[in-house]
């Protein structure tokens, strides 16, 4: 092996592993088999969520609308950038993480519409600025094809947990920054695939809008691993961002993607009786599975649940990310 990206495993590194591998390997056969609405919603999450990271403004909303194939308003940079976004996450199945010529054909679709020669390498020098100030010089441009050569047959070769390889991977391609543009979206894009290529379940969980709700330390790790010539730092920082979106869509961790035996007439109850009914089933489901299933807004559901609980129906016991819903016994009145 020509190149190995330098890189520590610190005993917090191990342990984030460990973790994350018991996560996922709590798993049933059943939670493999995410609702289709799930899923959609969850690359949804994603695609506005990297976006979002590089300054788009559509909302989840906005893009679902795009995805159902409505008129959205908007500058034709963002929705350009929207339309890539879903024709690359559509295609991510069929590339291989260790392929150069399927990374630049991803890129090719991710960034169609808004980089005239999408799909290559670029030939320029480029930098990273904020504020006025240069915060990162990519290597020159003639050095680009041989860095990542290098780097995917180390992605090929290396014996580290997919975890780890990941990680380093997207700090590794950041740092390279291969592409004109569209850098940031394409590190975390192939993440994903390396992920979901060690199991399938990294298809269906949306990282990349985790890693939104952290944007600030997303960066200065990538700033902290270029002045330590190390990615150890972001390595940790993207295996715990990893843990909380796990943590965060718990239902993908157990088989409560579906209610089970619920009756055919559960559409003519009431909000709250239809609520009751499907939690005794499934005391895991979250408010937005209630919704869809009932046929309701979150807010008509949460208002539902608040009046559960306020009259002692419902009771949630442990945390709102990883808890489940208790229906109360009712006493009978003599």
């Known amino acids: 092996m020509s190149y190995v990206p330098p890189f520590t495993i610190t005993a917090d ?33 994603t695609i506005t969520g990297t976006l979002a990271i590089e300054g788009n403004t559509l ?3 906005q893009i679902t609308a795009i995805i ?23 295609a991510l199945v069929n590339f291989k993480a260790h392929s150069i010529t399927d990374l630049l054909s991803a890129h090719g679709l991710m960034m169609a519409d808004v980089l005239t020669k999408a799909g ?28 990542m050569a290098d780097l995917m047959q180390w992605l090929q070769q290396a014996k580290d947990h997919p ?8 700090y590794e391609l950041e740092f390279i920054h291969p592409f004109a543009d569209g850098n940031g979206r394409m590190g975390r894009l192939w993440q994903t695939l390396i992920l979901s290529q060690w199991h399938p379940l990294f298809l269906s969980l949306p990282l990349e809008s985790v890693i939104k709700d952290h944007q600030s330390r ?5 700033e902290q691993a270029d002045e330590q010539a190390d990615s150890t730092v972001f390595i940790h920082f993207m295996l715990s961002t990893i843990s909380k979106t796990l943590e ?11 209610p089970v035996n619920i009756p055919a007439n559960i559409a ?3 909000t709250l009786d239809a609520i009751v009914l499907l939690l005794q089933h499934n005391p895991h489901l979250t408010r937005q599975q209630l919704a869809e299933v009932i046929g309701k807004d979150l807010r008509t559901i949460g208002r539902a649940i608040s009046k559960l609980q306020q009259t002692s129906q419902l009771k949630r016991i442990g945390s709102a990310k990883t808890g489940y819903w208790q229906v109360q016994p009712q006493k009978v009145q003599p």
């Open 13 to 45: 590194i191990l342990n984030l592993v460990a973790s994350i591998s018991e996560q996922v390997g709590q798993l049933k056969a059943s939670a493999l088999n995410v609702s289709p609405q799930l899923s959609k919603q969850n690359r949804i999450k």
């Open 218 to 222: 997303y960066y200065q790790a990538l």
């Open 268 to 270: 003519d109850l009431k």
């Open 120 to 147: 290559q390498f670029r030939h320029k020098a480029v930098g990273i600025h904020k504020g006025g100030q240069v915060h990162h010089v990519a290597p020159p441009a003639h050095k680009v094809s041989g860095l």
């Open 68 to 90: 159902e194939g409505k008129h959205v308003l908007g500058s034709t940079r963002e929705l350009a950038e929207v339309k890539g976004a879903i024709a690359a996450y559509e």
């Open 248 to 258: 965060q869509n718990a239902p993908l961790n157990a088989p409560i993607n579906a």
């Open 59 to 61: 909302s989840e909303e």
């Open 163 to 170: 975890l780890i390889t990941s990680c380093v991977f997207h």
